[in-house]
């Protein structure tokens, strides 16, 4: 059974702070790992994509990746009231698996609110 | 930028009726996927496509669903018997290339409401 955990919240944090997100997977062999914002009502929006172990940043997102300890990350620096939303970690399954058609497995999402 | 559209936005049906949710996924891309949300609940995986024929489905996807590629722009998702615990956001998403470092592409979701 794949398993992606993250704590739902709420995470409230200043506006200006770094925001901290955090998942664990239950699938070892998981290569790729993408965090997707979602605002309520609204469809899930790509925000990052992780497929090494070690850090990756895209302005002012950086994602995380340990496989050893089955841990993805992301960190929002400079936090705006815009990035109030629910940030949702998705895996994709092992390489090979399902031909590379396989559906991501998604956590349930964290919700953050960045306050003014 | 090329996004994935999906018709209609708000399905409203009776309960047992037929209903089709509509998908235009992004024009390059080769792998699609169905999802759904229930309120309150996690985005869980229905079925891929790939090539014509269905690559991967989950438990959900029981024997109330089909899915379609009638021409070369649409994919559908038929329920056959609709049943209340259908209700939910359904969304359609594509991917490029069947590389898993590909992210997928969501659509703005179809409001399934079913009465």
């Known amino acids: 059974q794949k398993e992606v955990e993250q704590n739902s919240g709420p995470l409230s944090v200043p506006e200006g702070a770094i925001a901290s997100l955090n998942c664990t997977y239950s699938?070892?062999?998981?290569?790729?790992f993408f965090w997707y914002r979602q605002y309520s009502g609204k469809s899930p929006e790509l925000i990052m994509s992780?497929?090494?172990?070690g850090d990756k940043e895209d302005g002012r997102f950086t994602a995380q990746l340990n496989k050893a300890s089955q841990y993805v990350s992301l960190l929002i620096r400079d936090s705006q009231p815009s990035d109030s939303a629910t940030y949702l970690c998705?895996?994709?399954?092992?390489?090979?698996?399902?031909?590379?058609?396989?559906?991501?497995?998604f956590g349930k999402g964290t919700h953050l609110i960045i306050q003014p | 930028e090329p996004e994935v559209t999906q018709t209609p936005s708000h399905q409203v049906t009776q309960m047992g009726q037929e209903v089709i949710l509509r998908c235009v996924p992004i024009s390059n891309h080769l792998y699609f996927y169905w999802y759904r949300q229930i309120l309150g609940q996690k985005v869980e995986f229905l079925v891929s496509f790939y090539n014509n024929e269905i690559s991967e489905k989950s438990e959900i996807f029981d024997d109330q669903f089909s899915v379609e590629r009638p021409d070369g722009s649409n994919f559908t998702l038929k329920i056959r018997s609709t049943k209340l615990e259908d209700s939910a956001m359904y969304f359609c998403a594509s991917r490029q290339t069947g590389f898993s470092n590909q992210p997928q592409h969501f659509g703005d979701g179809t409001r399934l409401s079913i009465l």
């Open positions: 699938d070892r062999g998981s290569q790729s």
């Open positions: 992780i497929y090494s172990n």
């Open positions: 998705a895996v994709n399954p092992p390489l090979g698996t399902g031909g590379g058609a396989d559906g991501l497995t």
